[in-house]
């Protein structure tokens, strides 16, 4: 996507956009915590994809102390009790899906839910963040791309086998990220990113993931509209 300039009337030292950004930047760093934890567990449960795995984690650690540092470059205290809170649906589902042994249900949770929802904010984030955050969210887009494409190459490859339990994650799950954009869109909005903007960028995103691993295009439809009547 075309590199923009922050917007020149976003005043990043402002007490409101820092209060905004603590509940941000916590989520952010909440997020690649999650999914360091749960490549981990699926490392376990994918022996023969475990050295790929656990490179994924190892990239999520360090995705967390680069927003970290965003964080600290702003003197701003992330609020992790928040966004503890706000990922414990999606954390909960995704431990009982995997104590339960349907690595289905957790890759659609960590490799397609969480990952394209990190690319539709990191994209709408980019062009209004400041110099420092833009340059380390820029890399790590980069790298969650490749941490949705390992979902779905392997959810392609087990597809016929998949597709069932997807479709009932998919209605369990999907809905929460709803829930969650609509919790931070005052946030969002306060340090420049519109809650339509990212909405738009998760579908188109999420959908493409859905189609790329077999879905066809109504199926697609279905499935990517599951829960935004929540919105």
């Avoid at 490392?43 to 994924?56: G, H, W």
């Avoid at 009982?96 to 709408?124: D, H, K, M, P």
Wanted: proline share 3%; with cysteine.
């Amino acid at each position: 996507m075309p590199q923009l300039e922050a917007s020149p009337r976003i005043d990043f030292h402002s007490e409101d956009y820092k209060d905004a950004y603590s509940r941000i930047n916590a989520i952010v760093i909440e997020g690649e915590l999650e999914a360091n934890g749960n490549y981990k567990q699926l490392a376990e449960s994918l022996p023969e994809n475990q050295a790929e795995l656990l490179k994924l984690a190892k990239m999520e650690l360090r995705h967390m102390k680069g927003f970290q540092a965003c964080g600290k470059n702003l003197q701003v205290t992330p609020d992790m009790a928040f966004a503890r809170e706000f990922f414990s649906e999606l954390h909960n589902n995704f431990q009982q899906a995997w104590q339960e042994g349907r690595i289905v249900t957790c890759l659609l949770i960590q490799s397609l839910i969480i990952e394209t929802f990190a690319i539709a904010a990191y994209n709408i984030y980019i062009p209004v963040a400041d110099d420092f955050a833009r340059k380390i969210t820029e890399g790590v887009v980069k790298d969650e791309y490749l941490h949705l494409n390992f979902g779905e190459e392997w959810l392609k490859a087990n597809f016929e086998s998949a597709k069932a339990e997807l479709e009932v994650a998919n209605r369990e799950n999907l809905p929460l990220v709803w829930k969650m954009l609509n919790r931070v869109a005052i946030d969002a909005e306060v340090l420049g990113m519109e809650k339509d903007a990212l909405v738009e960028d998760f579908m188109i995103t999420y959908g493409e993931a859905l189609a790329n691993i077999g879905f066809n295009n109504r199926e697609v439809m279905r499935l990517s509209a599951q829960g935004l009547a929540v919105i």
